[in-house]
C-alpha cells in the first residue's frame, strides 16, 4: 500500500505460501519466503515493471533481510544455521551462493527471531527457550 494513498499492488502472487516479505534499502527489490519447490526457500522478485525472480537459498530459508546497503542478504536456513549471501543490485541481479555465518539456538515461533546491525557484522538474536515474564535480549 502507498502512503501517499496510491492503489495497492500486488507483488507476489502464487498458489503457495509466500511470507515474510522485506523491500531493499533502494525499495527496488523485495525478499520472500515460499513454500513453493516444497518447502521454505528464499527468493528476490524485482519490482519494477518487467520484474524478474531469483532464489536464494540452495537447502531451505526463512526469515529473509538485507543488509542496510543492499550487499547482502541474511536468512535462517532449515537447520538453524543463519546464511548470508551476497548480492549485486542494479539493471542485472546478482546472487552469491549462500554462506554460513553462525548457528544460532533459535526460538521457534518468534516472528522475526534476529536483526543484523546496518553493516552485516552483529546480530541481535533472540536466545530464549520460553517466554515467561521479561525476556532478555
Not at 21 to 43: H, K, Q, V
Not at 108 to 117: I, L
Amino acid at each position: 500500500m502507498p502512503l501517499d494513498g496510491g492503489e495497492p499492488a500486488v507483488r507476489v502472487q502464487t498458489p503457495f505460501m509466500d511470507i515474510d516479505g522485506r523491500y531493499s534499502p533502494d525499495g527496488g527489490w523485495m525478499a520472500y519466503d515460499s513454500t513453493e519447490s516444497g518447502r521454505d526457500e528464499i527468493y528476490v522478485v524485482r519490482l519494477a515493471e518487467g520484474g524478474g525472480r531469483w532464489q536464494i537459498s540452495t537447502g531451505g530459508g526463512t526469515f529473509p533481510t538485507w543488509r542496510a546497503d543492499g550487499k547482502e542478504i541474511f536468512f535462517v536456513a532449515s537447520d538453524g544455521v543463519i546464511m548470508a549471501a551476497d548480492i549485486t543490485l542494479g539493471e542485472e541481479f546478482q546472487a552469491g551462493i549462500p554462506r554460513e555465518i553462525f548457528q544460532a539456538p533459535l526460538r521457534r515461533g518468534v516472528f522475526f527471531p534476529y536483526a543484523p546491525a546496518a553493516d552485516g557484522q552483529k546480530f541481535a538474536v533472540d536466545l530464549t527457550k520460553e517466554t515467561t515474564g521479561s525476556l532478555p535480549l
